[in-house]
């Protein structure tokens, strides 16, 4: 059964820092692309980063983006937070190749809620 799970998330000041993670079970990530989206209230979800083998990483906002094999989890590293960062972020995975498209992936996890506020 394939999973996703995120962590990480919570209030942080304007300028602060958060790295979420993405934990994976049920499938290999050598296999799959895992990007990160995120998606503010009234807003379209959209992507902030992908990691995959064959990809490696892409990125389509301000993050660093890495994988644990070992742990089978990928990390979103969100430095210099704005409040306009402010949204649920999400990982999703499909099959080898990244995509910015949301409508691409066929597994999604939860999400994480990100506030930057002071």
């Known amino acids: 059964q394939v999973q996703l799970v995120e962590s990480g998330g919570g209030l942080v000041q304007p300028g602060g820092s958060l790295r979420l993670s993405c934990a994976a079970s049920?499938?290999?990530?050598?296999?799959?692309?895992i990007g990160w989206f995120r998606q503010a209230p009234g807003k379209e979800r959209e992507g902030v980063a992908c990691?995959?083998?064959s990809d490696g990483s892409t990125y389509y906002a301000d993050s660093v983006i890495s994988r644990d094999n070992a742990k089978n989890t990928v990390y979103l590293q969100l430095n210099s937070l704005k409040p306009e960062d402010t949204a649920v972020y999400y990982c999703a995975a499909r099959r080898v190749r990244c995509s910015a498209t949301p409508e691409r992936y066929d597994y999604w996890g939860p999400g994480t809620q990100v506030t930057v506020s002071s």
């Open positions: 990691f995959s083998s």
């Open positions: 049920g499938f290999t990530l050598d296999y799959y692309a």
